[in-house]
C-alpha cells in the first residue's frame, strides 16, 4: 500500500527565516509527486509536479526537490502570505490514483 | 473564470438524513473525483469518474454515491448520514488522470452529522 508521511505536522517561522518541509513516501514505483498549497477554508491550489530523482522545480520562495524516497519543499526567506497547509502526494506507476500526505501547516509571523 | 463550483459551503444534517452534494466544473475536464478530509489525515479518495456514464469507487465508497449524466457535473449523495460522515468533502477535476495534468480542486463542502 502506498504511503505518504509529511513532517512535521506544524511550522513556525519568523518572516524571513527559511527552513524545509519533507514528505517520505512508499511506493511501487513513482510515476509522480505533488505539492499543493491549502489556505484555510479553500481547496488545495496545485504548485509544482516532479517525476524524478534529482529533479526540482521553483516557484517564487518555493523549491520542491525530489530523491528516490523523499521531496523536500523548501521556503526561502519566508513572508506572511506563505503561511498554508501544504500537501504532497503521489501516484504509483500501477494507477493513476494520487495518495495524499496528512499535511504541514506552516505559520510565518512578521 | 469559476473552475470547479461546489454547493452548498455548509451543512449540517441528523442521523439518517440524506443529501446531495453538488460539484461542477466549467473546463470540459473528463475526469471528476470526490475526496474527502479529515483532521491530521489526508485526503481520501471516496468516488471518481472518467467520463460521462461511467465512475468507480475509490478508498472510502461506503455510505456514498454518485453518478455522471453530464461532463459538467459529478453530485456525491449520502443516503443515510452517519456520524463518521462529520468531514470537509471536496470535488475536484482534471483533464485526465496523471502525468502532467494536475487535479483542479473545489473550495469544498463543509458537512457536520450530529
Known sequence: EDQVTQSPEALRLQEGESSSLNCSYTVSGLRGLFWYRQDPGKGPEFLFTLYSAGEEKEKERLKATLTKKESFLHITAPKPEDSATYLCAVQPLNDYKLSFGAGTTVTVRA | ?114
Open chain 2, 1 to 114: 473564470n469559476a473552475g470547479v463550483t461546489q454547493t452548498p459551503k455548509f451543512r449540517i444534517l441528523k442521523i439518517g438524513q440524506s443529501m446531495t452534494l453538488q460539484c461542477t466544473q466549467d473546463m470540459n475536464h473528463n475526469y471528476m473525483y470526490w475526496y474527502r478530509q479529515d483532521p491530521g489525515m489526508g485526503l481520501k479518495l471516496i468516488y471518481y469518474s472518467v467520463g460521462a456514464g461511467i465512475t468507480d469507487k475509490g478508498e472510502v465508497p461506503n455510505g456514498y454515491n454518485v453518478s455522471r449524466s453530464t461532463t459538467e457535473d459529478f453530485p456525491l449523495r449520502l443516503e443515510l448520514a452517519a456520524p463518521s460522515q462529520t468531514s470537509v468533502y471536496f470535488c475536484a477535476s482534471s483533464p485526465r488522470m496523471g502525468g502532467n495534468q494536475p487535479q483542479h480542486f473545489g473550495d469544498g463542502t463543509r458537512l457536520s452529522i450530529l
